[in-house]
T-cell receptor, first 114, second 117 residues
Framework: EAQVTQNPRYLITVTGKKLTVTCSQN?????MSWYRQDPGLGLRQIYY???????DKGDVPEGYKVSRKEKRNFPLILESPSPNQTSLYFC?????????????FGPGTRLLVL | AQSVAQPEDQVNVAEGNPLTVKCTYS??????LFWYVQYPNRGLQFLLK??????LVKGSYGFEAEFNKSQTSFHLKKPSALVSDSALYFC???????????????FGKGTHLIIQP
C-alpha cells in the first residue's frame, strides 16, 4: 500500500529537549516536505526536499532542521523545542516538485512542548 | 508573493442542499489552484485542481470548482451535500513563474464545512 508514515503520532516534551519526528514514504517519490498546521493559520511549509541531499527552507523554517540522506526518509529535527512549536505536523511526498498538488500526506504528528 | 483567502471559518449546510466554500487568491502570473479536504485525525487529501482550460473543474466525491479569473476566485461547490462531507477544506495556489518553473504551494487557513442531517 502506498503511504507516508510518521512517528510518533503524539508527543509531549519539555522546552529544550531535542526531538526527531520521522517520516518515511514507500513510493520512491523525489519530493518531500514538512508542514505545520495551526488553528486559523492553515498549513505552512517548514522545509522541503527536491531529492536526496537537496533541501531548502519553506515559509517557517526557524527552529527546525531536516536531512535527506535516503530517498524514502525525511526526518524533522527540533534541536531545542519551544512552546511556540506546539503544533500538528504533516509530512508529505510527491513524485516530483512539479507534481506537488497531488502529494500524499502522512497522518500527522501532534506535538506539545511544555 | 502569492496568497489565498478563505473568508469563512465555518459553513453550515443542511443535508441535500447545495454547498459553496469560498476561495480567492492573489498571484503574479498564471495560477494553479487546488482544493484539499482533511477529515478528523487524517492528513490532507487532494480533491481537484485547475491548471488551464475549462473554468469548471470536476473532482472527487462529486465536488466541483469554478475558476473565475476576473474575480480571482476558485469556489468549491457541490449540488447536494452529504453528512459525510463534513470536514476541513483547504484552498491552495501556486504560480507559474516567469522562468517557467512553479512556486511552492500556499494554503488558505481552511474552512470547516458542517453538514447537518
Amino acid at each position: 500500500e502506498a503511504q507516508v508514515t510518521q512517528n510518533p503520532r503524539y508527543l509531549i516534551t519539555v522546552t529544550g529537549k531535542k526531538l526527531t519526528v520521522t517520516c518515511s514514504q514507500n513510493m520512491n517519490h523525489e519530493y518531500m516536505s514538512w508542514y505545520r498546521q495551526d488553528p486559523g493559520l492553515g498549513l505552512r511549509q517548514i522545509y522541503y526536499s527536491m531529492n536526496v541531499e537537496v533541501t531548502d527552507k519553506g515559509d517557517v523554517p526557524e527552529g527546525y532542521k531536516v536531512s535527506r540522506k535516503e530517498k524514502r526518509n525525511f526526518p524533522l529535527i527540533l534541536e531545542s523545542p519551544s512552546p511556540n512549536q506546539t503544533s500538528l505536523y504533516f509530512c508529505a511526498s510527491s513524485y516530483s516538485a512539479g507534481d506537488i498538488e497531488t502529494q500524499y500526506f502522512g497522518p500527522g504528528t501532534r506535538l506539545l512542548v511544555l | 508573493a502569492q496568497s489565498v483567502a478563505q473568508p469563512e471559518d465555518q459553513v453550515n449546510v443542511a443535508e441535500g442542499n447545495p454547498l459553496t466554500v469560498k476561495c480567492t487568491y492573489s498571484v503574479s502570473g498564471n495560477p494553479y489552484l487546488f482544493w484539499y479536504v482533511q477529515y478528523p485525525n487524517r492528513g490532507l487529501q487532494f480533491l481537484l485542481k485547475y491548471i488551464t482550460g475549462d473554468n469548471l473543474v470536476k473532482g472527487s466525491y462529486g465536488f466541483e470548482a469554478e475558476f473565475n479569473k476576473s474575480q480571482t476566485s476558485f469556489h468549491l461547490k457541490k449540488p447536494s451535500a452529504l453528512v459525510s462531507d463534513s470536514a476541513l477544506y483547504f484552498c491552495a495556489v501556486r504560480a507559474l513563474n516567469s522562468g517557467g518553473g512553479a512556486d511552492g504551494l500556499t494554503f488558505g487557513k481552511g474552512t470547516h464545512l458542517i453538514i447537518q442531517p
